[in-house]
Structure formats: structure tokens, C-alpha cells
């Protein structure tokens, strides 16, 4: 496990975004976007400041967004060589999870997050500017 000194974690201010461009976007300029996730061990991860946590063996959806350029926010996640910044980051650097599929949309991420049928490991994770209570961006939906 790395360890990495972090003062400044998903501290993005959501608000400045236009609300008005969450909804009605034609899919070229989709913002919002969930990993596929396998976990094939369970895990105790280091999340940043957030603690250290049990992640059980199975598979993971994670609903994120990106103002613009989703394509290489995407391929960052992709990529294991990266500093680690966001709660997600700590979750990938582990040589135990695999992205097995990604896919975008249009829709809110929050309301997205809501659909997934699973449970939170992690109160706070990647949802630390929801303003639609969710408990987590990071959904375990079974092993
Ligand atoms: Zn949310």
C-alpha cells in the first residue's frame, strides 16, 4: 500500500457548475460516467484522509462526472500511474481492482448513483459535494 500525503481531496466546486446543463445534453457532451469495477480480493485499503477500509471480493460500479474532457478523465482512471488525488484513485491504485467496462450518460450522476442496486463500503466516498445524500459514489453490487 502507498502511502501519499494529501491535503486536498475532491474538493471541486460543484456548485459553480450550471445546473442547467446536468439535464437535455446530447450524448457527445455526456458529463457523467460509471466504472465497472472487479475487486478480486477482498481488500483493506487506505482511502486518502477518509481511513482506512474493508473492501469485500466482487464487483464495484462508480458514478463520477467531469465538467468536460471525459474521454481523458476516463483514461486516467485507466491508467495506474498517476498521483493519487481523488477517493476513487486510492481505490484503482490497488493491483487487485480491474475496470472491466465504462460507459457515459447524460443524466445527473447523483441520480444515476442512486439507481445502482448495492451498497456503500464507504460513507463519504467520492460523494463529499452530493447535495443528494448520497452515502456513496463507490456501490458494491455483490461478489
Ligand atoms: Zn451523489
Request: aromatic share 10%; net charge positive; with cysteine.
Amino acid at each position: 500500500m502507498k502511502v501519499i500525503n494529501l491535503t486536498y481531496i475532491h474538493k471541486i466546486p460543484q456548485k459553480s457548475i450550471d445546473s442547467s446543463h446536468n439535464y437535455n445534453l446530447n450524448s457527445a457532451n455526456s458529463q457523467t460516467y460509471q466504472l465497472y469495477i472487479t475487486l478480486n480480493k477482498d481488500q483493506t485499503l487506505q482511502i486518502g484522509k477518509l481511513g482506512a477500509f474493508f473492501f469485500p471480493k466482487g464487483s464495484y460500479i462508480y458514478t463520477g462526472s467531469a465538467k468536460r474532457a471525459i474521454d481523458a478523465r476516463i483514461a486516467r482512471h485507466m491508467s495506474k500511474t498517476k498521483k493519487l488525488h481523488w477517493h476513487i484513485d486510492y481505490f484503482l491504485d490497488c493491483k487487485a481492482t480491474t475496470i472491466t467496462e465504462t460507459k457515459k450518460f447524460n443524466q445527473n450522476e447523483c441520480t444515476l448513483n442512486q439507481e445502482n442496486n448495492g451498497k456503500a463500503i464507504v460513507k463519504g466516498f467520492g460523494s463529499s459535494d452530493c447535495t443528494s445524500g448520497c452515502d456513496s459514489h463507490l456501490i458494491w453490487v455483490g461478489s
